[in-house]
Protein backbone atom coordinates (compact mmCIF):
# COMPACT_ATOMS: atom_id res chain seq x y z
CA UNK A 1 0.00 0.00 0.00
CA UNK A 2 1.07 3.27 -0.69
CA UNK A 3 1.49 6.09 2.23
CA UNK A 4 1.35 9.83 1.49
CA UNK A 5 5.26 9.80 2.24
CA UNK A 6 6.00 7.22 -0.19
CA UNK A 7 4.11 8.88 -3.16
CA UNK A 8 5.36 12.67 -2.41
CA UNK A 9 7.06 14.13 -5.06
CA UNK A 10 10.86 14.50 -4.77
CA UNK A 11 10.42 17.63 -6.81
CA UNK A 12 8.84 20.94 -7.22
CA UNK A 13 4.89 20.48 -7.21
CA UNK A 14 3.65 21.20 -10.68
CA UNK A 15 2.54 25.47 -10.91
CA UNK A 16 -0.97 25.58 -8.72
CA UNK A 17 -0.55 23.14 -6.58
CA UNK A 18 0.67 21.89 -3.10
CA UNK A 19 2.90 19.76 -2.25
CA UNK A 20 0.15 17.61 -0.27
CA UNK A 21 -2.12 17.68 -3.24
CA UNK A 22 0.70 16.73 -5.60
CA UNK A 23 1.46 13.88 -3.24
CA UNK A 24 -2.40 12.99 -3.14
CA UNK A 25 -2.55 12.98 -7.03
CA UNK A 26 0.66 10.84 -7.28
CA UNK A 27 -0.79 8.41 -4.71
CA UNK A 28 -4.36 8.34 -6.69
CA UNK A 29 -2.25 7.66 -9.88
CA UNK A 30 -0.46 4.74 -8.69
CA UNK A 31 -3.69 3.28 -7.10
CA UNK A 32 -5.38 3.33 -10.44
CA UNK A 33 -2.83 2.46 -12.30
CA UNK A 34 -2.56 -0.98 -11.59
CA UNK A 35 -6.05 -1.80 -12.19
CA UNK A 36 -6.71 -3.54 -15.23
CA UNK A 37 -10.47 -3.91 -16.21
CA UNK A 38 -11.88 -5.30 -19.59
CA UNK A 39 -13.23 -2.86 -22.11
CA UNK A 40 -16.99 -3.81 -23.04
CA UNK A 41 -17.36 -4.77 -26.78
CA UNK A 42 -20.48 -3.77 -28.42
CA UNK A 43 -22.11 -6.19 -30.66
CA UNK A 44 -22.14 -4.33 -33.56
CA UNK A 45 -18.38 -4.18 -33.69
CA UNK A 46 -18.37 -8.11 -33.67
CA UNK A 47 -20.46 -7.96 -36.78
CA UNK A 48 -18.73 -5.82 -38.73
CA UNK A 49 -15.73 -7.80 -37.66
CA UNK A 50 -17.60 -10.69 -39.59
CA UNK A 51 -18.55 -8.74 -42.45
CA UNK A 52 -14.37 -7.85 -43.02
CA UNK A 53 -13.92 -12.19 -42.19
CA UNK A 54 -16.43 -12.19 -45.28
CA UNK A 55 -14.84 -9.40 -47.59
CA UNK A 56 -11.38 -10.43 -46.90
CA UNK A 57 -11.85 -14.46 -47.85
CA UNK A 58 -13.14 -12.66 -51.57
CA UNK A 59 -10.53 -10.40 -52.93
CA UNK A 60 -11.57 -7.20 -51.33
CA UNK A 61 -9.77 -6.67 -48.45
CA UNK A 62 -6.18 -7.47 -47.39
CA UNK A 63 -7.10 -7.68 -43.48
CA UNK A 64 -10.62 -8.49 -41.60
CA UNK A 65 -9.51 -5.23 -39.82
CA UNK A 66 -9.20 -2.90 -42.71
CA UNK A 67 -12.90 -2.92 -42.27
CA UNK A 68 -12.90 -0.24 -39.48
CA UNK A 69 -11.31 2.31 -42.23
CA UNK A 70 -14.09 1.48 -44.87
CA UNK A 71 -16.39 4.59 -45.28
CA UNK A 72 -20.71 3.13 -45.39
CA UNK A 73 -20.55 4.01 -49.33
CA UNK A 74 -16.99 2.32 -49.71
CA UNK A 75 -18.84 -0.55 -47.61
CA UNK A 76 -22.11 -0.36 -49.00
CA UNK A 77 -20.25 -0.70 -52.73
CA UNK A 78 -18.06 -4.03 -51.07
CA UNK A 79 -21.52 -5.79 -50.48
CA UNK A 80 -23.26 -5.19 -53.45
CA UNK A 81 -20.08 -6.26 -55.38
CA UNK A 82 -20.21 -9.58 -53.45
CA UNK A 83 -23.77 -10.12 -53.86
CA UNK A 84 -23.40 -9.83 -57.52
CA UNK A 85 -20.68 -11.99 -57.52
CA UNK A 86 -22.64 -14.95 -55.92
CA UNK A 87 -25.30 -14.33 -57.96
Same mark, same amino acid.
Do not use: G, I, T
Given at each position: MVTRSD @?? !?SVSPPAGLTRASAAGLAARHYSTSRTVRPVPVHPLCNKVREFGDLLSRHPFL @?? !????FFLR !??? @??????????HWS
Open positions: @AS !P @AD !PEDV !PDK @ARKALNELRM
